[in-house]
């Protein structure tokens, strides 16, 4: 029960990365607030992943809210005080990515991927910041990033800098909060397997030549991402901040 008695948010909870990290934090003692789009697909999956917490006593709540709004974080933490009284652990996860050209880039994509992954994300993390602040024992905050922060994409012009942003923001806020005991982390998966990417890696060529580069051999799932996050937002990692934990199944090593 590593996250006993902590509160967590988490944005983009309801599918993905983010739905296995809300289960694992749930398992491990955490009060969960799952943050979704508030689509009729997300409400619907925020509802079936809350009622698989509680199946094995877990306590969770649903705050629907576009993760490219700057107020959503506000929302987030509003939902997070009125059912569990506390912010504790920030897991920023909300993210999209549309494939797409560089020398045709749609304006209206590339703001939407930016405002989605890098802008909303600043604010929702400023809100839980000032709440953890305001309570004066510390927390956590964690951005997942991506492997995409370090290496180029030819499809992803508009993403790779949003998570190098992310990679960033948790540097620098490492050392802006750390006066007041709040640790900031990156966590930077490699190729999981998930509705992000799923369109493309239906290519069986695609898939193979991305399993083959991965040391490990396989691609990543979404509960190999919770384990991590689970450890930086526990007291375990409680001397852990302005760090970064790659992922990836080796990917990232074996680029050369």
């Given amino acids: 029960m590593l996250l006993k008695d902590k509160t967590v948010i988490i944005t ?40 698989e917490i509680h199946a094995f006593g877990g306590q969770a709540i649903d705050v629907p809210g576009d993760a490219a709004d700057p107020d959503t974080g506000d929302k ?36 939407r991927t930016v405002n989605t992954n890098l802008n909303g ?11 953890m602040k305001n309570q004066g024992r510390g927390g956590a905050i964690i951005a997942i990033s991506s492997i995409s922060a370090l290496v180029g994409g030819g499809m992803q012009t508009h993403y790779t800098p949003t998570k190098a ?23 930077l998966p490699g190729t999981i397997a998930t509705d992000i990417n799923k369109d493309d890696l239906a290519d069986p060529e695609k898939l193979a030549y991305m399993t083959g580069r ?5 691609l990543g799932e979404p509960d190999d991402i919770a384990g991590p996050v689970v450890f930086l937002a526990s007291d375990m990692a409680r001397y852990v901040t302005g760090a970064s934990l790659l992922v990836d199944g080796g990917l990232y090593v074996n680029l050369q």
Avoid: K, W
């Fill in 121 to 131: 994300a600043y604010f929702a993390v400023q809100a839980a910041a000032n709440q």
């Fill in 12 to 51: 983009g909870a309801s599918r993905g990365i983010g739905r296995a990290v809300a289960r694992e934090c749930a398992r491990q003692g955490g009060r969960v607030v799952i943050g979704h789009s508030g689509s009729a697909q997300g409400n619907q999956a925020a509802a079936s992943l809350i009622e």
């Fill in 165 to 187: 942003g992310l990679h960033s923001l948790m540097q620098s806020c490492a050392i802006a909060l750390g006066p007041y005991g709040i640790r900031c982390n990156s966590v």
């Fill in 214 to 218: 991965t040391p490990l051999g396989r």
């Fill in 76 to 111: 987030l933490v509003a939902g997070a005080l009125e059912a569990f009284g506390s912010v504790d652990v920030f897991v920023n996860n909300a993210g999209i990515c549309p494939f797409h050209s560089f020398l045709d880039m749609p304006r209206e994509t590339y703001l």
